[in-house]
């Protein structure tokens, strides 16, 4: 029997202070091209603008869909500051099993604002 594989789909939200990038569905291999792909038409932040993904409404997430976060996170902070909402506990086990999670961490701050 085949896994049902639910479309990621995303939604932003933008001021001048910040941008929100809320994710909805799975993020998994067979779903994060479109997201990859269109990245730099919704994620070009202004300087000293912070960059949030909010994660609650992920279903799932697997290590392509993990690696391509943590790509994210590490290019564009950079620049600007990003961090994770809502982190699914999924999340922070992939980065312990990667030997990744002393560097998720600091990006795991937006949590303390829930």
């Known amino acids: 029997m085949s896994k049902v594989v639910t479309p990621l789909e995303w939604n932003i939200q933008q001021n001048s202070e910040s941008v929100m990038i809320r994710l909805f569905g799975d993020l998994t291999r067979d779903?994060?091209?479109?997201?990859w792909q269109q990245r730099a038409s919704f994620l070009s932040p202004k300087p000293n603008q912070h960059i949030y993904w909010n994660l609650e409404s992920l279903n799932?997430?697997?290590s392509?869909?993990?690696?391509l976060?943590?790509?994210?996170?590490?290019?564009?902070?950079?620049?600007?500051?990003?961090?994770i909402m809502n982190a699914p506990n999924s999340i922070k086990k992939l980065a312990e099993l990667f030997d990744l999670d002393e560097w998720?961490?600091?990006?795991l701050y937006c949590e303390k604002l829930k």
Do not use: V
Request: neutral net charge; without cysteine.
């Open 104 to 107: 998720l961490r600091p990006f």
């Open 60 to 62: 799932q997430i697997d």
């Open 69 to 83: 976060l943590a790509e994210m996170l590490n290019h564009y902070q950079k620049q600007n500051t990003n961090g």
């Open 31 to 35: 779903t994060l091209l479109p997201l």
């Open 64 to 67: 392509a869909g993990f690696t």
